[in-house]
């Protein structure tokens, strides 16, 4: 069985604050992957990033940041700098090697980032 | 770009009524999928189609569901809806089966009133 937390349920922060949204994961495959997803008020969800199991180099992207860990089954994302365009909910999900490409998702986190 | 497109942003149904959510997407991909965003829930799986008139039952399958007659369209069926469908429902899709680093990429979201 596969299970995403994402224990924030909601964030809020200063215009210009550094953000982190945790994620954990668990799964029993020894190949699998990692992505999020923001989800503005629009209601689409817009890919960010995925990641392999074999990869644990952090990535970063502009403002945002992704920080692997299998040590601690963690996937956790920074964005730097916020602004108020990065106010949405953000998920994280898995895709277990045998799961065909089915998503797991967190519950989510609702971040407000205020001017 | 991939687009997934919902046919339908915001519906308002009956209690009993059968409702149809339809999605088509424009990049040729095999699976096609259907979730269900609840607050503090995430977004679960209804359903999975993998090919033509093929498909797999998610995680809450019940009271739902499906129909996919052609590739690029995938349909969602409430036989009977009831007041606890209403929710935000989204359909995604991506290239192939049997990968599961596949994106996914995903519609609007369609929000559904059972009244």
């Known amino acids: 069985a596969q299970k995403v937390t994402q224990a924030q349920t909601e964030i809020s922060v200063v215009e210009k604050e550094d953000v982190t949204l945790d994620c954990v994961y668990e799964?029993?495959?020894?190949?699998?992957?990692l992505f999020w997803y923001k989800q503005p008020p629009s209601g689409e969800l817009v890919f960010l990033i995925r990641?392999?199991?074999?990869?644990?180099q952090n990535e970063i992207s502009g403002r945002y940041s992704w920080n692997f860990q299998k040590s601690t089954s963690s996937f956790n994302f920074t964005i730097t700098a916020s602004q108020v365009v990065d106010s949405a909910v953000y998920f994280c999900a898995l895709a277990g090697g045998t799961s065909y490409g089915k998503l797991t998702f967190g519950q989510g986190t609702i971040l407000t980032v205020h001017p | 770009d991939v687009k997934v497109t919902q046919s339908s942003r915001y519906l308002v149904k009956r209690t009993g009524e059968k409702v149809f959510l339809e999605c088509v997407q424009d990049m040729d991909h095999e699976n096609m999928f259907w979730y269900r965003q609840d607050p503090g829930l995430g977004l679960r799986l209804i359903y999975f189609?993998?090919?033509?008139?093929?498909?797999e039952k998610g995680d809450i399958p019940e009271g739902y569901s499906v129909s996919r007659e052609k590739k690029e369209r995938f349909s969602l069926i409430l036989e009977s809806a009831s007041t606890n469908q209403t929710s935000m429902y989204l359909c995604?899709?991506?290239?192939?089966?049997?990968?599961?680093?596949?994106?996914?990429?995903f519609g609007e979201g369609s929000w559904l009133t059972v009244v």
């Open positions: 189609s993998y090919d033509v008139k093929m498909k």
């Open positions: 799964t029993r495959d020894t190949t699998y992957y």
């Open positions: 995604a899709s991506s290239l192939y089966y049997g990968t599961a680093g596949n994106t996914i990429y």
């Open positions: 990641r392999n199991s074999f990869d644990e």
